[in-house]
């Protein structure tokens, strides 16, 4: 027994000394109100951290469905407006907990879902950050098969010394365990510190992207047929083609929005948090989808097809004896996009995974343990194989939409209409009976009341979704399912407090400690440090003597 001890006890992440079983199963470091010397994200970062979590291939080719459902050029790039658009207000209402407070999403979900209510919606965030880091691991090795392409021409003819049973080959395999091994030093920086990573995208990808839009018109002598191409789609068709497309947009971002607090808990001031991304959020999605459009429609008069995956793109540049120059253009736009997919696998997946299983596992876990958790597990799930079945892939996703909408109703209903900014700090660590966030044994029956019934309104057209006949209402309430998701969670939630009240309800919006944490912890410190002053004194006393 001494043994297994010692083995916990040297995986055990840095802790106060003496805390009960309970106190270390809701916190650690980590989890804690991020330190003033830590709330180093200006207005400038978030800026940045859009960019790089925007230029990517995903966000390249999203409009691609769109046109290809017989939309043209214009009507889906107005789909973008409206979906990215529309998510930016929740994106933004969500966040300020975060910035005001400065604490994380597992944390800010605590006080809707209660101590232990909240780790179903943490686990469900983890899971998916796992599963989605695997995904943009494996896009960017094929940024990384075109970059040594455009080195070493011979790598696209290496021999296959694997089996047909693993659904890759070596030459795959070998460009997406380089981009993941590439990926891994970035992991190790915490939060406060990644911000400057993400400040080289913004200089980086507006350059190879405007570089390989001019390129694709230059060669095709003009924008192609795409933008001239009018629209297939005529009134009700259209419309609910665009709904269902905005709703896209929508889902693309439905896990960002639902953990913004994660990002913004750094913020110096929560205005840092709030304008910025109001702004960058909407307008950088949109530029990313008008380069993708302009170059797809390029590419069509070039080759005769449009080609919506800029890698496969550029993989076309290099075939027929390329010449130095396009090898070279080649290969610095493929690394701009790898560096790109680097950033978003960061920003969208490793950090939150490390939030979330840190507060699954304080105990064992802190934010870089997390993060290379999430790491393994994308590499070890092949990913690859997840996407060959891409149309099953994409729905489960869309259904995931619901889940997160519905959280998302919850928490900004608690922290809008509920409680009105007031929030005690101390209490989100506490599980003691009476505390504000305990409600029952640790979970709120009003927020998983709300949160199931946000699920259920959708249930009926996701089954329609996966291919069942379902009424055409249950169709149409599903194409909305972010909203009906949000709203419905929304309303019960708010229904079911003014029913059964819960402690700390307000009448009044202040954002306000009740607890006044941080006062406290200042106070502590300033002893701290003034304990350490005398005792300094004391032994240049003792020396002079």
Not at 185 to 197: L, M
Not at 279 to 294: D, R, Y
Not at 359 to 372: M, S, V
Not at 523 to 543: L, P, Q, Y
Request: proline fraction near 4%.
């Amino acid at each position: 027994m001494g043994l297994i001890k010692r083995i916990v006890q040297s995986i055990e992440v840095t802790h106060e000394p003496n805390l009960t079983l309970t106190e270390q199963l809701i916190t650690n470091d980590d989890l804690l109100p991020v330190e003033p010397e830590k709330r180093t994200w200006r207005g400038y970062n978030y800026v940045a951290f859009w960019m790089a979590d925007m230029f990517n291939i995903n966000m390249w080719v999203i409009v691609s469905s769109m046109i290809q459902l017989g939309m043209s050029w214009w009507q889906a790039w107005i789909c973008v407006w409206l979906g990215y658009g529309i998510a930016t207000p929740f994106l933004v209402l969500n966040a300020r907990p975060g910035a005001v407070f400065h604490v994380t999403f597992p944390i800010v979900n605590r006080t809707s879902f209660g101590m232990f209510g909240s780790l179903w919606c943490v686990f469900n965030r983890a899971a998916m950050a796992c599963i989605w880091y695997g995904v943009q691991a494996s896009i960017g090795g094929s940024c990384v098969l075109v970059m040594l392409r455009a080195m070493w021409p011979s790598i696209n003819d290496l021999s296959n010394s694997m089996p047909a049973s693993s659904g890759t080959n070596t030459r795959d395999y070998l460009c997406f365990f380089l981009f993941w091994l590439i990926s891994l030093p970035v992991i190790w920086f915490p939060v406060h510190k990644v911000r400057h990573f993400f400040l080289v995208i913004p200089i980086l990808m507006p350059i190879a992207s405007i570089t390989f839009l001019v390129w694709c018109i230059v060669k095709a002598h003009g924008i192609g047929p795409i933008i001239h191409q009018p629209s297939k789609l005529h009134g009700s068709r259209l419309g609910w083609a665009m709904v269902v497309s905005s709703m896209s947009c929508i889902a693309n971002k439905v896990t960002l929005v639902t953990n913004a607090p994660d990002f913004a808990s750094r913020a110096r001031t929560p205005s840092a948090a709030l304008y910025p991304q109001l702004f960058a959020f909407p307008l950088t999605a949109s530029f990313v989808c008008l380069i993708g459009i302009l170059v797809s429609s390029s590419s069509q008069a070039i080759y005769g097809t449009a080609i919506w995956s800029p890698m496969q793109l550029l993989g076309n540049f290099l075939n027929d004896n390329p010449s130095n120059a396009t090898r070279f253009g080649v290969w610095f736009i493929s690394a701009s996009f790898m560096i790109a997919q680097i950033g978003t696998n960061i920003s969208a997946n490793s950090v939150s995974a490390g939030c979330d299983l840190t507060a699954l596992f304080p105990r064992f876990i802190n934010f870089r343990r997390g993060g290379y958790i999430a790491a393994t597990v994308g590499l070890a799930m092949c990913p690859w194989n997840i996407m060959k079945n891409s149309n099953e892939f994409t729905s489960y996703l869309s259904a995931y939409t619901v889940f997160q909408s519905s959280v998302a109703g919850v928490m900004v209903t608690e922290y809008y209409v509920i409680r009105k900014g007031h929030y005690n700090v101390k209490d989100l660590y506490s599980a003691k009976k009476g505390s504000w966030y305990w409600y029952t044994y640790g979970i709120n029956f009003r927020a998983y009341t709300a949160y199931i019934a946000g699920i259920l309104i959708n249930v009926v057209g996701f089954a329609g979704a996966t291919g069942r006949t379902v009424p055409l209402a249950a169709t149409r309430i599903y194409d909305l399912s972010f909203f009906t998701g949000f709203g419905v969670s929304a309303l019960i939630y708010w229904a079911l407090n003014l029913i059964f009240p819960v402690v700390g309800a307000a009448d009044k919006f202040e954002e306000i400690d009740v607890s006044e944490y941080e006062c406290e912890v200042s106070s502590s410190r300033g002893v701290e440090e003034m304990d350490i002053d005398m005792k300094d004194v004391g032994s240049e006393t003792a020396s002079e003597k």
